[in-house]
Nanobody, 119 residues
Framework: QVQLVESGGGLVQPGGSLRLSCAAS????????MDWYRQAPGKQREWVAS??????????VSVKGRFTISLTNARHDSATIFLQMDSLKPEDTAVYYC??????????WGQGTQVTVSS
């Protein structure tokens, strides 16, 4: 069973930065990709960024140029992804979730971490 634990959320002023982490305990399950999603109050969960096992990255239009996703230990059963978030805006306020997609395209989710951007 895959377990994902997010950390790094908090309160930051507009224009500030935060770095989120998501540590995976894969228990022998191979990964094809990991993603960050977010869900703001009253809104649907939306995709933010992705990184594949071979470090190909992609971003939503709303965060491209401000957020950076990165991956470590992809081949060691304990992958960790990071989301460096710069130039944060109030509209980035949400609960941020990480997701791991295994080699059979089954999805596993973390419990989420709150990010609040406010002055």
């Amino acid at each position: 069973q895959v377990q994902l634990v997010e950390s790094g959320g908090g309160l930051v002023q507009p224009g500030g930065s935060l770095r989120l982490s998501c540590a995976a305990s894969q228990n022998g399950v191979g990964m094809s990709a990991m993603d960050w999603y977010r869900q703001a109050p009253g809104k649907q969960r939306e995709w933010v960024a992705s990184v594949t096992y071979d470090n190909s990255t992609s971003y939503s239009v709303s965060v491209k140029g401000r957020f950076t996703i990165s991956l470590t230990n992809a081949r060691h059963d304990s992958a960790t992804i990071f989301l460096q978030m710069d130039s944060l805006k109030p509209e980035d306020t949400a609960v941020y979730y990480c997701k791991l997609l295994d080699l059979r395209y089954r999805a596993y989710w973390g419990q989420g971490t709150q990010v609040t951007v406010s002055s």
